[in-house]
């Protein structure tokens, strides 16, 4: 991915396929590629006062995962990894859920929150990034703060149906 823009469009903003088939268009999605940025305003999980946070991500049984940035609220994941899904139907209701997490060396890793992330088709062939705040796990009580800066590319190609 080359330089991503900043986008202040909301992630939840759709264009169906019905509403491409309307305008005469198809979508043909060859693949979606995402990378975790930065983050910032984490929780403190260590007894330092930081953290050593990383990103997990699993899709269709494949297993993402970020280097560690140590000993920070603020990570930067320097030359990030660029994870590739190859998709060819973009399920514009379900989002892509991703976990942040302490590492920990002698216990368990810590949970620090969760991120979804919404692609949208009006960013078809247009990289953008966005800061996405971490929440908690559905029915637990995780103390989280802090959001993820992640970067979206979706690879396809308008057809025309004539």
């Known amino acids: 991915m080359a330089d991503i823009k ?3 469009q909301s992630h939840l903003e759709t264009i169906t396929d019905e509403e491409y088939e309307s305008r005469g268009e198809s979508i043909i999605i060859k693949s979606l590629q995402i990378k975790i940025l930065e983050g910032k305003n984490l929780v403190a999980k260590d007894c330092t006062g930081y953290s050593d946070p990383y990103v997990k991500f699993k899709y269709k049984g494949k297993k993402y995962k970020t280097k ?3 000993q920070t609220l603020n990570p930067v994941w320097q030359d990030p990894d660029i994870w590739e899904l190859n998709i060819s139907h973009l399920d514009l209701t379900e989002g892509l859920v ?3 997490w302490d590492k920990d060396y ?3 890793d810590d949970y620090m929150g969760r991120f979804i992330i919404y692609p949208t088709l009006r960013h078809l062939n247009d990289e953008y990034c966005e800061w996405v705040p971490l929440k908690t796990r559905s029915g637990k009580r995780d103390t989280v703060t802090g959001e993820i800066l992640a ?3 979706i690879l396809g190609e308008q057809k025309s149906l004539d």
Do not use: E
């Open 68 to 70: 560690i940035c140590k």
């Open 151 to 153: 970067g979206i590319l």
């Open 6 to 8: 900043d986008s202040n």
């Open 106 to 108: 002698v216990t368990s």
């Open 98 to 100: 991703f976990d942040c």
